[in-house]
């Protein structure tokens, strides 16, 4: 797998998405934004490369959705006839570029199911579009992703604890301070209860069973 960085979420979201539905690229950055919006905003110059790029390598492929051709009534003249024939042309051109869509393959199934299992968690827009896409993979997996942004929640803020900027200050930095551990803190209570549900599902494999199971799952 690929190093993190944008490519790791943003690849992440567009075959995560994909999964659910063929889309075109309009409707894919569309609903993208729709989902992420308020972690990232890809623009078009990030998007069409990251599909050209999944489609190299065999994770999407693209289709173009069939469409009806229609024929304009007879407009009684020569010039009038290839005139309307040019313009339904153009149409007709510019309608297949916009049904060109993409769809997931099966190796691009495999790999969404690598990316969000080993997505790193200390990325907080990776973190979230590893969660949303979560349903991919298996309980054990789920499970492994929230306890590992636990790990990371609780490291951050053992280490602001440790400042004095937290308790001492009034001034902006300590505000934005006391902000961020709140907001943190209050991301770490969710998470708990979530791995709760999770650890009480019957999805969740017994791992002490088998340790070639426990293995693979983690």
């Known amino acids: 797998m ?17 999964a659910e539905d063929p889309q075109h690229g309009y409707e894919l950055h569309r609903r993208i934004v729709s989902a992420f919006g308020a972690l990232f905003h890809p623009s078009w110059g990030s998007i069409y490369p990251a ?20 024929f ?5 003249s020569l010039g009038g006839e290839l005139a309307t024939f040019r313009s339904a042309l153009r ?3 510019v309608s297949k570029r916009q049904r060109k869509s993409y769809r997931i393959t099966e190796k691009g199934s495999q790999f969404l199911h690598e990316l969000v299992s080993a997505m790193d968690v200390s990325d907080d827009r990776a973190f979230w579009v ?18 590992r942004r636990i790990y990371v929640l609780e490291e951050r803020l053992k280490e602001m604890k440790e400042s004095e900027l937290l308790i001492s200050g009034s001034n902006m930095r300590s505000l934005a301070l006391q902000g961020l551990y709140m907001r943190l803190n209050d991301e770490l209570t969710w998470l ?5 549900e999770l650890s009480d599902s019957e999805d969740l494999f017994d791992l002490s069973q088998d340790p070639r199971q426990k293995l693979n799952d983690l």
């Open 51 to 70: 599909l050209s790029r999944l489609e190299r390598q065999g994770f999407i492929e693209t289709f173009e959705e069939g469409g009806v051709r229609t």
């Open 130 to 147: 590893a969660l949303a896409f979560s349903d991919r993979v298996s309980a054990n997996r789920k499970l492994s992703i929230a306890n």
């Open 192 to 196: 708990e209860r979530l791995c709760k």
């Open 72 to 76: 304009a009534t007879s407009t009684g």
């Open 91 to 93: 149409k007709e051109q």
């Open 2 to 18: 690929r190093s993190g960085g944008t490519s790791q979420y943003l690849e992440a979201s567009i075959l995560g998405l994909l």
